[in-house]
């Protein structure tokens, strides 16, 4: 293999390796690979963002020390009505707000889920694995050996964060969630003559999962169904 001898060069060698990948690689085994070291690497990843940013349509996103190509998050509307029905990629409220709590508080089990939110979780968690958003990370050491989830690299891509470091105060996240719960619950009480459909859900959600689409009526905030 020849000596890549310039930044230029070495730019467009990690943009086709990135290309061809398609999933994120070690910046370290990139390096290696390519046997420079991680000065020049992170310099032609830098030249690279000045270019694929802003606008233009792909871009190039760090996380956990990899790097990847991913499309613009402001043409995701666009990609999903070409390539996916919307329904099929969006996630319901409750699973926004089931992800936040296992964003923050994982490894954690779905009892510990269900008592932070207060409803069966069974149709949420399973949501946020089938999307790759969250995976088992192991047993909690306790009665049953119940599973724990944690999040996937999938979730830091997805909402364009680097390090589960970056996420906002867990603490202002409780208020949310309670606030939430208490106008959901006066919501209910105001269905009995209502068209349901007529409901607005205009909740705070964490700032990380603002822009998420979401259904308006959920079979899991039905107090008649335990699919949840």
Avoid: C
């Avoid at 707000?97 to 409803?119: G, H, M, S």
């Avoid at 990370?137 to 049953?144: E, L």
């Amino acid at each position: 293999m020849g000596k890549i001898d310039t930044i230029m060069n070495l730019k467009e060698v990690v943009l086709s390796i990135l290309f061809v990948a398609g999933d994120g690689i070690e910046k370290e085994f990139i390096a290696e690979k390519l046997e420079i070291n991680n000065k020049e690497l992170n310099k032609a990843i830098e030249e690279l963002k000045k270019i694929y940013n802003g606008d233009s349509g792909i871009h190039i996103i760090e996380y956990k020390n990899k790097v990847q190509l991913a499309s613009n998050p402001a043409f995701a509307n666009y990609i999903s009505d070409v390539l996916n029905p919307i329904r099929e990629k969006s996630l319901t409220r409750a699973a926004l707000e089931t992800l936040a709590i296992i964003a923050y508080k994982q490894p954690i089990t779905k009892l510990e889920i269900e008592d932070i939110r207060r409803v069966n979780s069974d149709y949420a968690v399973q949501i946020l694995i089938d999307q790759n958003m969250i995976e088992v990370v192991g047993r909690k050491d306790a009665v049953g050996k119940p599973l724990m989830f944690g999040t996937t690299e999938n979730f830091l891509k997805r909402f364009d964060i680097q390090n589960l470091s970056d996420l906002p105060d867990y603490e202002q996240l409780l208020e949310r969630i309670k606030t939430i719960r208490a106008e959901e619950d006066e919501q209910r009480e105001d269905t009995l003559f209502r068209n349901v459909e007529d409901l607005e859900f205009n909740e705070e959600l964490p700032d990380f999962l603002k822009g998420e689409e979401f259904s308006k009526i959920e079979a899991e905030d039905s107090e008649t169904s335990d699919a949840v």
